[in-house]
C-alpha cells in the first residue's frame, strides 16, 4: 500500500471480510504490516504488527482504498468500508497514516465517517486526488444503486466535523441510466 509509516519501506495491509472471532461484531479485521517488520517470507497476518477490527454497527469491511495524505499530516491514508453499516446505510472509514501506524483498536477509532443513505453507499470509493487544490486530496464515495450517485468529499471540509452523511458532500455526480 505503501509507505503508510514515512520509514521508507513499503507496508502491507490485509483486509478480512470476516475474521474468526477475534473482533466484537466479527465481521472484519484490518491488519497493518509495517514494511520495517516484513523481514521474511511467507508473511502470515498473524504476525503482522497489529490490527484493527469492525464494530457492532459496521458491518463486513468489504473495500480498502489508500488515500494520498487528506488531512495534511504527510503520509497516506486508508479509506475502509462496506454497504451494511446500520443495517444496510452504509459507510467509509478513513483512517489517517498516523493514526493507522498507532494501532487504533477499531473502526470507531477512525478519524473520519462517512455515512450512506443506502444505495449501497460505500461500495466503492477512491482517491480523487487534488481536485480544489488545497494541497490535499478528496475523497469520493459511490452508491451505485438507482441513480448511481458518487460523492465528493473535499479534504478542507473535513476539519470541520467528523461525521459526514451523504447529504452534507461537498459534490454529489449521478450517473446516466
Known sequence: VGDLD???????????????GLTLAGDGLLSVGLGSSLTSTPIVS??????????????????????????GDGLDDVLVGGTEFLGGDGAAW???GSDLVAAQANLNDASWLFWGDG?????AF???????????????????????????????SLAIDEVWVADDADAVVMGGQ
Do not use: H
Open 6 to 20: 514515512g520509514d521508507g519501506f513499503d507496508d502491507l495491509i490485509v483486509l478480512q471480510e470476516a475474521d474468526d
Open 46 to 71: 498473524s504476525a503482522l504488527d497489529f490490527s484493527l477490527g469492525t464494530t457492532v454497527d459496521s458491518g463486513p469491511m468489504e473495500t480498502l482504498v489508500v488515500v494520498s495524505d487528506a488531512d
Open 94 to 96: 478513513l483512517i489517517t
Open 119 to 123: 444505495g449501497e453507499f460505500g461500495t
Open 126 to 156: 477512491q482517491d480523487a486526488g487534488d481536485l480544489d487544490g488545497d494541497g490535499l486530496s478528496e475523497v469520493l464515495v459511490s452508491a451505485p444503486n438507482g441513480s448511481g450517485l458518487v460523492y465528493v468529499f473535499s479534504s478542507a
